[in-house]
């Protein structure tokens, strides 16, 4: 299958700081990103959907403004948390396709603890 | 609107004894169905998938899925668990003919007992 790469896979940050967090798909070209949210012993919570080179769709709930989203390229997403507090303590994981027929792969996720 | 939920939070079975991990699923349109599989602190790894082909699908590590429509469900199955399938087991559902987003069910995880 396709490989998708996150890194880094854990970062500590200090509160009020900002952390950026890269999702890239290392064999193939995705015109589709999703980031989610999972907190612990729960299931994935879909944040946003990043389509490259177009503004990002996020979910209801979700504050665009803290959670940035830039699809640049087609092998390359980030997602910066800014400002973070503690409760933005998490388990972040991208996920990418090539398109909307194919699958999603999933990159091995981020734990983020912000202190 | 499409979503999944999946009953028992907690399965544990012997080594060596039938996996069920069941998997009921809500959409007005045909889904995409998937089960994926999450150890701890990694991402998730596709098991396998159902698209609209063949009701009984075989993914990896012996796993495989039967699509019931008439039931609305898509549950997991094993012959023989082993120590390493061990993790947290994710139903998940999709449009194929929208977004394609994944809806997740909220997991179940699985022990095996030695």
């Known amino acids: 299958g396709a490989v998708v790469s996150q890194h880094p896979s854990r970062v500590i940050c200090k509160s009020g700081t900002s952390v950026k967090i890269e999702c890239r798909s290392l064999?193939?070209?995705?015109?589709?990103m999703f980031w989610y949210r999972q907190f612990p012993k729960q299931s994935l919570m879909l944040m946003a959907t990043?389509?490259?080179?177009?503004?990002?769709?996020?979910e209801q709930g979700v504050e665009k403004d803290k959670f940035l989203i830039n699809h640049a390229s087609l092998t390359l997403s980030t997602l910066t948390v800014t400002s973070a507090h503690p409760e933005d303590s998490s388990f972040y994981i991208c996920?990418?396709?090539?398109?909307?027929?194919?699958?999603?792969?999933f990159g091995q996720g981020t734990r983020l603890t912000v202190v | 609107a499409q979503s999944v939920t999946q009953l028992g939070s907690h399965v544990s079975v012997s080594e060596g004894a039938l996996v069920l991990l069941r998997c009921n699923y809500s959409?007005?349109?045909?889904?995409?169905l998937f089960w994926y599989v999450q150890y701890p602190n990694q991402g998730l790894q596709l098991l396998l998938k159902?698209?609209?082909?063949?009701?009984l699908v075989k993914g990896i590590n012996g796993f495989e899925a039967e699509f019931k429509k008439s039931e609305t469900s898509f549950h997991l199955t094993k012959p023989s668990a082993h120590m390493s399938d061990a993790a947290e087991y994710f139903c998940?559902?999709?449009?194929?003919?929208?977004?394609?987003?994944?809806?997740f069910g909220t997991g179940t995880r699985l022990t095996v007992i030695p």
């Open positions: 996920s990418a396709r090539r398109s909307r027929v194919t699958e999603a792969f």
């Open positions: 064999d193939f070209q995705a015109t589709t």
């Open positions: 990043s389509n490259e080179g177009s503004k990002a769709t996020y």
């Open positions: 959409s007005s349109v045909p889904p995409y």
């Open positions: 159902y698209t609209s082909a063949a009701t």
């Open positions: 998940a559902v999709s449009d194929p003919g929208g977004a394609n987003n994944l809806f």
